[in-house]
């Protein structure tokens, strides 16, 4: 199984940018559907987006369509998450995660598959 770590996480203003990178170790990469979720205070784990291997559809969260990319590089085994355009709604905390072809996040606990690391923290402030 597919074990990952994020960084990257720091502070940037209102309309700034960061880049997040996930490194993942062991299991088989490009088999791994590879996905970024966010944690803000006092809300529930909201999607960010995913990326599988082959690329084809990349599906993104709403509230981060048109602002964030999601990438990643196989022979690196790593996944990057830009973010631009920053919001003072982006602050939160990043978690990386790796789940297995063919699998799912189950609604309301995405938590319960997959691997995840400890996540990055990310403040929008001026």
């Known amino acids: 199984q597919v074990q990952v770590s994020e960084s990257g996480g720091d502070s940037a203003p209102p309309g700034g940018s960061l880049r997040l990178s996930c490194a993942a170790s062991?299991?088989?990469?490009?088999?791994?559907?590879m996905a970024w979720f966010r944690q803000a205070p006092g809300k529930d784990l909201e999607f960010v987006a995913e990326?599988?291997?082959?690329?084809?559809?990349?599906p993104y969260g709403d509230s981060v369509k048109g602002r964030f990319t999601i990438s990643r590089d196989d022979a690196k085994r790593t996944v990057d998450l830009q973010m631009n355009d920053l919001k003072w709604e982006d602050t939160a905390i990043y978690y990386c995660?790796?789940?297995?072809?063919?699998?799912?996040?189950?609604?309301?606990?995405?938590?319960?598959?997959?691997?995840w690391g400890r996540g990055t923290q990310v403040i929008v402030s001026s």
């Open positions: 995660a790796a789940r297995p072809r063919g699998t799912t996040w189950p609604t309301g606990r995405p938590r319960a598959v997959g691997s």
């Open positions: 990326i599988a291997s082959p690329v084809r559809y990349i």
């Open positions: 062991g299991g088989t990469f490009s088999d791994t559907v």
